[in-house]
């Protein structure tokens, strides 16, 4: 393939004097990239501004964390409010209104109509630890099965349990064993080489069985470990990291059945896809479907660093159930912050009062359009994902889906870098995603014309691609 002519963004000397101080100071396994080298002075809604003063509209979100679009006024008052009556006093021994009123929330907006419970962290990767230490006490049992091209964190259990990066796991082994990965229906690239809705053969349990999880059924549970020894499954019901990838209608129920069945807790990793991002509270709302527990994230406290793992009260409390985590079994001192409560608590308010609406209808036009840019460029293999949550598969050749080589310029450099390079360079903030794919994030609250702005930089930037190819 001929080499695409590419140069990364510019660099001022006022970036790069900050970015040669951050070099000098911090951890170096961060993933920053060349090709974004964003140094941010202020942000506000959709909109970032550089140290030099250049705009840029954030189609990333701060890998869709500020829901509720950068800095929102609503949730600068609350914090305000709250510093002025109490920072911290650690919710893990103590007892104050913002938790309570948070948890309360939390517990009516998700799925299941059953008691829960709310443990609160302050990262998604505390909540997937959360999780695997709930279904080992319940159950008392050792396997998990997780997915390939999952991304569930950085800790030990949450690189354990994903299955998208090897650099994510290399050389930290041993990780947590008796963990099994199996495919998620990553439809476009069918690792079984079937199609979809024609890899439906037969049933479990009366529900549909697409054929990637018959390799659960049928050859992890028979060949492998007997599926009474499994706690855990847990799957993000749209893969974020892997490429905003959704799955077929039929994929959740089924595992809810297959869960049911052997008594496996199932849990839904929703910290990236929940709290209004597909223009419904949670992605797995989409198919009526509701989990034992469910791992919520990133957009809850709008760019405040909180998690919260809802679960079953059966699972984790032992005054409803002994096979529950005791006192003392688990806890976190920052876990529950009233300051972030609070910024959660505007947050949540935000979003039912008009900003999931706003991701549906903004993100069917997003996604319509997109797909009409699909129509009229050959890079573009598939457009898929619901509300604002849209991934965008870059393809070689769209009628063989052939992917882009490792590297496509004289440097090294691959197709998403490219692409996310020359948005940022037109003003626009992209990720990218997968093997070879960009994704959609934007905060919830942005506009049809900033959809359009949005829109035009990334058709100008296709076209100026493809003309080298």
């Known amino acids: 393939m001929k080499k695409i002519d590419y140069t990364s ?16 100071v911090m951890f170096g396994a961060h993933t920053r990239t060349r090709e974004i080298p964003l140094v941010v002075d202020y942000a506000r809604g959709a909109r970032v501004v550089d140290i030099d003063g250049k705009n840029y509209l954030d189609f990333g979100a701060g890998f869709a964390v500020v829901g509720t679009g950068h800095c929102h006024l609503d949730v600068i008052n609350a914090v305000n409010e709250q510093i002025r009556r109490l920072i911290h006093i650690s919710g893990s021994d103590f ?10 929330k939390l ?5 299941g109509d059953f008691k829960k419970r709310v443990y609160f962290g302050s990262s998604g990767a505390e909540a997937v630890e959360a999780s695997v230490k709930i279904a080992r006490h319940f159950t008392r049992r ?3 099965v997780s997915f390939i091209g999952a991304f569930h964190g950085r800790t030990f259990a949450g690189m ?25 229906p990553y439809c476009y690239r069918c690792v079984f080489n079937e199609t979809y809705p024609k890899c439906i053969k037969k049933d479990f349990e009366g529900v549909p069985l697409v054929y990637c999880l018959s390799y659960l059924t049928d050859v992890i549970f028979e060949r492998l470990t007997d599926p009474e020894d499994v706690a855990l499954l847990l799957v993000e019901p749209i893969q974020g990291e892997g490429g905003y990838i959704v799955p077929p209608k039929e994929f959740l129920p089924a595992l809810r059945k297959i869960a049911d069945k052997y008594g496996i807790v199932l849990t839904f990793d929703e910290i990236q896809c929940g709290l209004g991002r597909t223009g419904k509270w949670f992605a797995c709302d989409h198919v009526d479907t509701s989990p034992d527990v469910i791992l919520i994230a990133k957009a809850i406290a709008s760019g405040f660093p909180m998690s919260a793992t809802v679960g079953k ?7 409803v159930d002994p096979k529950a985590w005791r ?15 609070a910024a959660g608590l505007t947050s949540l308010k935000l979003l039912e009062n008009g900003l999931i609406d706003n991701a549906a209808r903004v993100g069917t036009f ?7 840019l699909m129509n009229r460029h050959k890079i573009i293999g598939e457009v898929r994902g619901l509300g604002l949550m849209i991934g965008i598969e870059l393809v070689r050749d769209k009628k063989t889906k052939e992917p882009f080589p490792t590297e496509v310029t004289e440097d090294g450099k691959n197709i998403k870098e490219v692409i996310t390079g020359e948005c940022f360079k037109r003003g626009l903030i992209l990720y990218g995603a997968g093997i070879s794919s960009v994704r959609m994030s934007p905060p919830l609250l942005i506009t049809r014309d900033e959809a359009e702005e949005a829109l035009r930089i990334l058709d100008e930037v296709l076209t100026t691609v493809e003309r080298q190819l």
């Open 9 to 24: 963004p510019e660099i001022s000397e006022k970036a790069k004097a900050l970015i040669d101080r951050d070099n000098e």
């Open 95 to 104: 007892y104050y209104e913002p938790q309570v009123e948070l948890a309360e």
């Open 107 to 111: 517990t009516i907006i998700t799925p």
């Open 142 to 144: 050792p396997c998990m």
């Open 160 to 184: 354990t349990m994903s299955g998208s990066k090897k650099i994510q796991r290399a050389h930290f082994s041993p990780l947590i064993p008796e963990v099994y990965h199996i495919p998620f």
């Open 313 to 319: 009260a059966e699972l984790m409390d032992a005054r």
């Open 327 to 341: 006192t003392g079994a688990h806890g976190s001192t920052f876990g529950g912050n009233p300051v972030i409560c």
């Open 366 to 372: 997003l996604k319509q359009k997109l797909t009409d």
